[in-house]
């Protein structure tokens, strides 16, 4: 693989695409083998870039949910349908998740109306005061997140091993303690790391925002997705959660500069 400024000859890239291919089915490697993460970020970058898609959005963060999904080791968790006294957390975004998210409730004026209110009293609260405050995810419907399939993927790696600490930290308000393997948090920042690259060589924005305030900004507009990957910052009026940690970014940066010429 080339790791110079030269971007390779198409003959090249196709080569690498058919390469690419016998990772994308399987789960991701975490070892020092490089091969499986550059695969699946390049794959992302061709996800967000296909003008045939419906919505490349939706296609990019349904791929990387389930390679979360079919790389975490199957662990004795806690977490049940119906189990939701954990969505009462700030949750942070980027922008195709929130498009995605946007795209399951563009119609459901009661969700809508129920995120509009939940914004409201959550607006500007920090991760405490928003943990303290108990207002439930708008997304929620009897105690399970009504968009499963395209919740974001914070939402899918945030698991716990005991009920009676996600209890005792979300309904009894106790200092949060929760037992999550540490394997499913390597999985998630390897996911976020090869995400965050793969906007970058789209040449996207990669902040992440809020979730209720995110989506009801993507909702503002009929055409939000084309509008987004166009180059328009729908969600300039959203203030950025955050910056990426140090390690993250040196990681994201190495990424990117490694797959640029191959992309």
Known sequence: ????????????????????????????????????????????????SNPAAASPCADAMAHLGALYSRT?????????????????????????????VAAQIR???????????????????????????????PLLKDAACSI????????RAFVSLSLAACLATFVDGAEPQIPTPARHTDILYTCRILLYAALR???????????????????AYDDAEARWLAGEDIFASVPVTGTVPPAFELSISQLVAHLAPTV
């Not at 016998?22 to 794959?43: F, M, Q």
């Not at 060589?201 to 909702?219: F, I, S």
């Open 1 to 48: 693989m080339s790791s110079g400024g030269n971007r390779l000859q198409r003959a090249e890239r196709r080569a690498l695409q058919r390469e690419d291919e016998k990772y994308l089915n399987v789960p991701l490697n975490l070892g020092p083998d490089p091969r499986s993460i550059a695969a699946h970020t390049r794959h992302m970058v061709h996800l967000f």
């Open 72 to 100: 975490v080791p199957k662990a004795d968790l806690a977490c049940r349908r119906g189990c939701g006294s954990c969505c009462t957390q700030l949750v942070t975004v980027t922008a195709p998740e929130a498009l995605w």
């Open 107 to 137: 119609h459901k004026m009661p969700v809508i109306e129920k995120m509009r209110a939940a914004d409201a009293q959550t607006h500007g609260l920090s991760m405490e005061a928003r943990l303290k405050s108990h207002i439930v995810c």
């Open 148 to 155: 499963y399939a395209a919740r974001p993927v914070g939402c």
């Open 201 to 219: 060589l789209k040449g996207l924005k990669d902040a992440a925002y809020e979730l209720n305030a995110a989506v009801l900004a993507a909702l």
